[in-house]
């Protein structure tokens, strides 16, 4: 894996070590069986997962993300920050709507 045309040194080492992540992870979920995984979305399933906290769907502009009221947190699946990134604005429009 090379360094980017824009990326700086520091970028590209965040990404060798996100890599790096992603590997260990596909390889540890692999070994978890489906009824686990099933029964991990079960207990978990709209869960903070800083907190605990039940989260709640809180609509910004067209994606719905998950918000924690308990910690603060504010969590997107997977798509939705391409989703946002894709709007002129969408860096402060969010601060000031999460800001309490
Ligand atoms: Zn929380």
Redesign the pocket.
């Known amino acids: 894996m090379s360094r980017r045309p824009n990326e700086t040194e520091q970028e590209y080492q965040a990404r060798l070590t996100m890599e790096r992540q992603r590997s260990v992870a596909q390889e540890r979920n692999s070994h978890v069986a489906d009824a686990d995984r099933e029964r991990q979305k079960q207990l978990h399933w709209m869960r ?6 039940e ?1 709640s769907e809180v609509q910004f502009r067209d994606v719905k993300l998950d918000k ?6 504010v969590f997107l699946d997977d798509g939705e920050l391409e989703q946002l990134t894709g709007k002129p604005g969408w860096f402060d429009s969010m601060l000031r709507f999460f800001r309490n």
């Open positions: 903070c997962p800083k907190c605990g906290a989260l924690c009221f308990a910690c603060a947190g």
